[in-house]
């Protein structure tokens, strides 16, 4: 965890210099502080910090900043609850699911939240990259597919030959079979 930037949005509190404290002796750098949640998203859209600390009670629109950050992925997201408005917060909050820590926190807690917050976001990024990439997969094959079947439709071809004959094509042309195929359905081949 050494050398995580985060940025941070608590509203000016002991609690505020007590988790700067802890996470800077654990080698975390705060690269900067929103003062409402506007400034905070923004401020994290242009840093890219690795982490967001967000308390519940920063002004502005709590839920919906931690959606954005959640949906888009920006960072991972450690929201923080003061135990006095607890049950007042809690009845806005949503049901997606966010690592919610009461404060006061020991900096232990918060040291090992912000581990294991941190390990399972890089887990869901590089899920989420190589689902990009499966995708991304599927759309060349669907590609392929259909200029396959045109192949075998113009040239009465089986499904085999039309597949070979886009291979030669592909190789005589040093072209990827999918650019290829591309170019057979917007008929430039």
């Known amino acids: 965890m050494n050398g995580l930037e985060y940025c941070l949005g608590i ?5 505020r210099k007590k988790i700067i404290s802890a ?6 750098n705060c690269v900067g502080e ?19 600390i967000l308390e519940l009670s920063l002004p502005g629109n709590v839920w919906e900043t931690a959606a954005i950050i959640d949906q888009e992925s920006l960072a991972a997201l450690l929201l923080l609850e ?15 699911a966010y690592t919610l820590v009461a404060l006061p926190v020991s900096s232990q807690v918060l040291i090992a939240v912000v581990d294991v917050l941190w390990r399972e976001f890089q887990r869901r990024r590089g899920l989420q990259s190589e689902l990009r990439i499966l995708k991304e997969r599927m759309q060349g ?18 499904e085999q030959q039309a597949y070979r004959l886009m291979q030669r094509k592909s190789m005589e042309l040093r072209m990827p079979l999918e650019k290829l195929a591309r170019a057979v359905l917007e008929g430039n081949i």
């Open 11 to 15: 509203p000016g509190t002991v609690e």
């Open 23 to 28: 996470l800077s002796l654990a080698g975390l």
């Open 34 to 52: 929103g003062s409402d949640c506007y400034h905070f998203l923004r401020l994290i859209r242009s840093v890219q910090p690795h982490l967001a």
């Open 82 to 96: 003061d135990k006095a408005a607890g049950s007042r917060v809690r009845s806005f909050m949503p049901e997606t």
């Open 141 to 158: 094959r669907i590609v392929i597919e259909q200029a396959k079947g045109l192949v075998m439709k113009k040239f009465n071809l089986d």
